[in-house]
């Protein structure tokens, strides 16, 4: 598979940063092991206190725990369904297949996860779902994302749940575009009460919650922390043409400690394109750390229009508080915006492109 982008670091004129994994040399330190395929043998080095006799190990080899798939492009959902108090635990992850369709590249299957690990699939995956409910269970020890609502998921629930542990992120949603078979968009969902946390551990650009395509949910009362990248991600639009994603309600929220140094262009909550009826509202956001550029807690980036962004409370980042890449028409208000190291606001790139077009308020309601 071929690398995203050059080798090099994206700002500095360094190198990029890199890690490699699964070295028998650099087996030293309690905890790590190591898997020598070609012999069939795996080595580990016991954390104190353990015991080889006694140690439980997993290998999980399956990727998918829960599959409800529907056709609806023909009219054929699943529907009613409700899994209640459950654990999810222990699946495997493998490079997911893809990647460069929508980035001009299609048929090219790139070696890393591209922005938000967007094509990464979920453990357990609904598609052609309606009104089916994922509450109070456990996902977590998983290797992709933990829940993911596609094609013509309409009306659904995942509420309540202890989401942690990841190979990727927490919860993604993604349906037909605005070019797309308006019977496989995906909306009317609600995403709430969940603890998303703990991810990003294979796909580090992964989200708590991503939204790609979708319109009309509620992302709210959800406490996510502990990842490399965003918070939640709604929108997948750069600049003002016609965007599935509007009338999201993204409120209260508990947003911190995402970054964590190690990725940059990252916010506690991220949007693009135009989002009319769009809510980001009484949203509490800290503590995001970038590695060069980027650790906003609050990003509306390219063509980010109609957004209302109100009584949201933001501190502690490592660039401003605040990034508006350019967009029109958001109202910002209400809000607390506090201890920025770069600043409290910005403002980039005034106006966007000459001859973007931008979608009157009116047609996207």
Known sequence: ??????????????YAKYYVENVFEALTEPGEWYLDRAEGKLYYLPMPGEQLDTL?????????????????????YVEFLRFEGLTFRHSAWSQPKGGGERFGKPGVEFAAAPQAAFNVPAAIHLSGARYCAIEDCTIEHIGWYGVELLDGCLGNRVVGNEIHDLGAGGVKLDGADAHGNPALRTGNNRITDNHIYDGGHVFHS?????????FGNSFSHNHIHDFYYTGISCGWVWGYAENVSKNNRIEKNHIHDLGKKLLSDMGGI???????????????????????YGGWAIYPDEGSSYLTIENNVCYDT?????????????????????????GIARHSRIGGNPGDLLVPREAGR
């Open 318 to 342: 490592n660039a401003q508080v605040f990034h508006q890449h350019y967009g029109r028409e958001n109202i910002v208000r209400n809000n607390i915006l506090a201890f920025g190291e770069e």
């Open 206 to 214: 992964a989200c708590g919650i991503l939204s790609v395509h979708s």
């Open 1 to 14: 598979r071929r690398s995203m982008f050059a080798l090099k670091d994206d700002v500095r004129e360094k």
């Open 56 to 76: 439980e190990a997993y290998a999980p080899r399956t990727e998918y725990l829960l599959k409800l798939e529907g056709a609806a492009d023909a009219g054929q």
């Open 270 to 292: 991220y949007t693009l394109g135009v989002q009319p009826g769009t809510v980001l509202r009484g949203n509490l956001i800290h503590d995001v750390e970038k590695w060069n």
